[in-house]
């Protein structure tokens, strides 16, 4: 679908005082190169990235900067504490991002994408560690994105602290599972979204394919962010135009609203002025 029919039948993504076109916000990282991770980003139709802020995460191994290779008047850079397992750690690193951005003048300086993560082996959000660095970013004045699991009373949490989006995950980041707890992410969405239809909630780590993708934006999510499903793809490219594909399709299935499910067949062309007749029901052929 091209942009202007995408405008024609939704509304763009607002997240705080960011205006999205794209429901797909993509991350930089895991990819061979800057430059196979330069033409993913343009495939996919993203208008912002996520980045990893710690001085050794922007260099290559060859010294290069990941900065240098991203469009910045293109893209709205979206800075993430990933890494960070405090919410010391993860302060810290979120205001070194706005330090980061602010040099750049990129309009990305004013939020951040809060990870503090529980152990290295999940990858699993630590929900109190959480909880203390999102009170403290908004006090000082950040639009938090908060990355978490899928607990609704948590996610209502973070709303109450004043995140200004709360992004509940699929499943483990990196791990491709997809949506494991959909009723979750369902009970997720009418916590956070109950008198307020449009706070934006976004399915975040753990999708591998494009059919993950437009899962969880049938389920009512306002958008999805993900990395190595691209990065780690054996075509990255390809999976980029099917990621971008996935989003609008998954979304433009929620907003026109799936037919209910059924037991039984229900015939799509008329039953009257048919040739022949019906057979008769199985329990009435028996007793024939």
């Known amino acids: 679908m091209n942009a202007i029919a995408t405008q024609q039948f939704d509304q763009p993504l607002k997240?705080?005082?960011?205006?999205?076109?794209?429901?797909?916000?993509?991350?930089?990282?895991?990819?061979?190169?800057?430059?196979?991770?330069?033409?993913?980003l343009e495939l996919s139709g993203?208008?912002?990235?996520?980045?990893?802020?710690?001085?050794?995460?922007?260099?290559?191994?060859?010294?290069?900067?990941?900065?240098d290779y991203i469009d910045l008047d293109?893209?709205?850079?979206?800075?993430?504490?990933?890494?960070?397992?405090?919410?010391?750690?993860?302060?810290?690193?979120?205001r070194l991002g706005r330090e980061i951005l602010e040099g750049l003048e990129n309009p990305g300086a004013d939020w951040v994408k809060l990870e503090c993560l529980a152990d290295t082996k999940t990858l699993l959000p630590h929900p109190v560690e959480t909880l203390?660095?999102?009170?403290?970013?908004?006090?000082?004045?950040?639009?938090?994105?908060?990355?978490?699991?899928?607990?609704?009373?948590?996610?209502?949490?973070?709303?109450?602290?004043?995140?200004?989006?709360?992004?509940?995950a699929g499943s483990p980041i990196g791990s491709g599972q997809g949506i494991l707890n959909p009723n979750n992410i369902r009970i997720c969405l009418e916590y956070l979204k109950d008198g307020d239809p449009d706070y934006p909630v976004?399915?975040?780590?753990?999708?591998?394919?494009?059919?993950?993708?437009?899962?969880?934006?049938?389920l009512g999510v306002d958008g999805v962010l993900l990395n190595t499903a691209i990065a780690h793809a054996e075509d990255p490219l390809r999976m980029a135009v099917a990621?971008?594909?996935?989003?609008e399709a998954g979304r433009m299935s929620f907003l026109?609203?799936?037919?209910?499910?059924r037991l039984y067949a229900s015939?799509?062309?008329?039953?009257?002025?048919?040739?022949?007749?019906?057979?008769?029901?199985?329990?009435?052929?028996a007793h024939d």
């Open 15 to 40: 997240i705080g005082t960011h205006v999205l076109k794209s429901r797909l916000i993509v991350g930089t990282g895991k990819y061979e190169t800057f430059e196979v991770m330069q033409q993913a």
């Open 243 to 247: 990621m971008k594909c996935g989003i």
């Open 267 to 285: 015939a799509s062309s008329p039953e009257e002025g048919v040739i022949g007749q019906k057979p008769a029901p199985r329990w009435e052929a």
């Open 202 to 218: 976004i399915v975040d780590a753990g999708v591998g394919a494009a059919s993950d993708v437009a899962v969880a934006m049938e």
């Open 256 to 261: 026109a609203g799936r037919i209910p499910k």
């Open 132 to 168: 203390i660095a999102c009170e403290e970013l908004v006090k000082d004045g950040f639009q938090v994105l908060c990355y978490t699991t899928d607990d609704p009373v948590i996610a209502r949490r973070l709303k109450d602290l004043g995140a200004a989006a709360v992004m509940p």
């Open 46 to 67: 993203s208008d912002c990235l996520t980045v990893a802020v710690r001085r050794e995460r922007l260099y290559d191994p060859h010294g290069r900067n990941i900065l």
């Open 74 to 94: 293109r893209y709205t850079l979206l800075p993430n504490t990933a890494g960070c397992y405090n919410a010391r750690d993860a302060v810290r690193t979120a």
